[in-house]
């Protein structure tokens, strides 16, 4: 970094060479010691570039790992809790028990794809009573 | 060496803390089960009175080939010639973390500055997985302790210490230090100005190990091609990842000496094809300098047209981050079947609320050491259901047994449990016995229990012992190659 730029950085007239590097090191600013000189563009660059690198990796991981499987016992968990509550309301909940012992069936049958569309049948049904 | 400041101050007292809680918790150590591998071999070593290249303490009584690098298990020998083995397995599962922190903190501290080495310490702090794991897989933690120096020595261009570190490194772990060789191979690819000196530590490194590594090759075909785990069994700690994979990219467009901590984190992806599990602990190290550098980047882009209170800003930004890195640490799961996004403790919060798994040192297995011990004689062999144990029994006892840890490598043959002296069965196992095949208690005799385990000795004769092989290289010699080493460290370090 050049001798102007340290002084314009640190708002510093006149000061010498030993100087400067005294005050660097006391006001933790040692980054701008020999050539570390902040780059904004580069800086926002890596904040897109490895934001990016960020989303594709997670995302990437998510997909794979997303089953019908672990959201059918995401989806059974909502149902549960809804049918409690709408059985605390005194409604007539038979019908929707039915769609949900289809929907264990087909699970049990590993028929994932069956057993979460009848058990998000069952939760709309819940909804409506 | 830079003067200390006050983001010295912060790492040190992150380093200072987590050390601090780790002993309170010392109860915890040594962690799970590698280091009664690593405790079994250094007592095999000891008893034998130096290093030999076929175990006889496992998989007895032909044992097999012995592959794993010897040097942790010579400074462990060191430390048990003084202390217990206990002690000895409790001290290198409990310092490996301490030294990790300390080993990146001076290497990002000198080569980068003082900012980017407390980011780094805090970040590498975070990951319990990490922590856990250094204590835990003690020689794979020796070589992530000297990974760090191994790249301070070449920064500073001192040949004499690079050689040594890395030496050291390639005697510790069959495979791990060759991800720290293939980080440098590609930063000498990049940066001219260090190609020779990078060149000339491998060439020389790699020759000083050419005697164990001929010994592997020639050994080869003992190595099991197994994978361990699956790709998509993870454990992400965002906040580490997110900040690594900026400094990543900040890395490349930096270039010069930014470009080590970028092709080490980037070689470190081999780990997922053999070890998938444990790169998403092991990786902690390469992607906290990338964060740190990233973190440090963006802390002096705020203050930068601050001129009256940038640095009180900047430093009140340093200190909120590390209360909040250090009470959330949200992080991704995945498994072939599922994911979840959890907030998990950090590293220091596990230590302070202690929500951390036992040692294997427990009154039930001193008391099967003490069955064994007084049971048997030297050259006899035990046999137990769970290996691990086994090895921990081996390693206060100095018996034999007939299975063993570490499957990567074969056993000459599968010798049956009847070739044993001392049978140990756990309950589920015995009552398994009891029902399928009774008639293989007959000929034993009831000499003891505890909670999970019974053990009986064979009333017949049994022929099988432990055979002690050559020592190819003597305990002493050891020592003096190891004092060699760390003179030859000082005196490279004291020259400048």
Request: proline letters at 4%; glycine letters at 6%; hydrophobic letters at 45%.
């Amino acid at each position: 970094m050049e001798r102007e730029d340290i002084l314009k950085e640190l708002g510093i007239k006149e000061p010498g060479k030993e100087e400067i590097e005294s005050i660097l090191e006391k006001e933790d600013m040692d980054h701008l010691v020999g050539g570390k000189k902040i780059s904004k563009k580069k800086l926002s660059l890596a904040f897109i570039g490895g934001t990016l690198i960020f989303i594709l990796l997670i995302s990437t991981f998510y997909f794979l790992t997303s089953s019908s499987e672990k959201e059918y016992r995401d989806q059974v968990r909502i149902f549960k809790k809804l049918l409690e509550e709408k059985r605390y309301e005194g409604k007539d909940v038979s019908h929707v028990i039915d769609l949900s012992r289809k929907a264990e069936i087909a699970y049990r049958n590993r028929d994932y794809k069956q057993a979460l569309e009848l058990i998000k049948k069952a939760i709309e049904e819940l909804r409506r009573l | 060496m830079k003067r200390l400041n006050r983001y010295d101050g912060l790492a040190m007292g992150i380093i200072l803390v987590s050390t601090l809680l780790s002993l309170w918790r010392l109860n915890i150590f040594p962690v799970f089960v590698d280091i009664f591998y690593h405790m079994s071999v250094t007592k095999g070593f000891s008893i034998a009175g130096g290093i030999v290249l076929h175990d006889f303490w496992e998989f007895a009584p032909l044992g097999r080939v012995h592959l794993y690098p010897p040097f942790l298990h010579v400074i462990m020998g060191f430390m048990y010639r003084f202390l217990p083995m206990i002690t000895v397995g409790k001290i290198i599962s409990f310092i490996m973390f301490p030294l990790v922190q300390l080993s990146v903190f001076l290497y990002v501290r000198e080569v980068f500055d003082r900012k980017t080495s407390f980011y780094t310490v805090l970040l590498i702090t975070v990951p319990f997985n990490f922590y856990r794991s250094q204590a835990l897989t003690n020689a794979t933690s020796l070589v992530l302790v000297l990974t760090p120096l191994v790249f301070l020595a070449v920064e500073k261009r001192k040949l004499l210490s690079s050689v040594i570190l890395m030496s050291m490194a390639l005697y510790t772990h069959i495979s791990m230090p060759h991800i720290v060789s293939a980080g440098l191979i590609l930063y000498a690819v990049l940066n001219r100005e260090k190609r020779k000196l990078i060149l000339k530590t491998l060439g020389i490194s790699y020759l000083l190990f050419l005697p164990w590594l001929i010994h592997v090759l020639v050994n080869s075909k003992e190595i099991s091609a197994a994978t361990f785990g699956t790709i998509l069994q993870s454990e992400m700690h965002l906040i580490p990842i997110f900040f690594g994979f900026i400094g990543l990219v900040y890395c490349f467009l930096k270039k010069k000496h930014y470009y080590l901590p970028a092709m080490y984190f980037l070689s470190m992806i081999i780990i997922l094809y053999k070890y998938p599990m444990r790169f998403w602990a092991h990786m902690a190290l390469g992607i906290s300098i990338l964060g740190g550098i990233s973190l440090s980047e963006i802390e002096n882009a705020i203050i930068r047209n601050q001129k009256r209170y940038g640095m009180t800003l900047g430093f009140s930004v340093a200190v909120i981050l590390m209360i909040c890195f250090n009470i959330f640490d949200p992080v991704f799961t995945t498994t072939p079947i599922g994911n979840e996004f959890d907030n998990k403790d950090p590293t220091i919060m596990t230590l302070l609320k202690g929500n951390v798994q036992p040692s294997l040192i427990t009154p039930e297995t001193m008391e099967l050491c003490r069955i064994v011990e007084e049971n048997t004689n030297p050259e006899q062999i035990f046999f137990i259901t769970n290996p691990t144990i086994g090895c921990l029994i081996t390693s206060l006892t100095g018996r034999s047994q007939i299975l063993g840890m570490w499957h990567e490598v074969q056993p000459e043959i599968k010798t049956p449990p009847a070739a044993a002296k001392l049978l140990i069965f756990d309950n589920k196992f015995l009552d398994n016995l009891r029902n399928k095949k009774p008639e293989l208690l007959r000929n034993l005799k009831y000499v003891g229990k505890t909670e999970r385990y019974t053990a009986f000795l064979q009333n017949r004769p049994v022929k099988a012992k432990s055979r002690i092989p050559k020592v190819v290289f003597p305990e002493i010699l050891a020592y003096i190659l190891l004092f060699s080493g760390i003179a030859g460290l000082i005196f490279d370090i004291r020259r400048s």
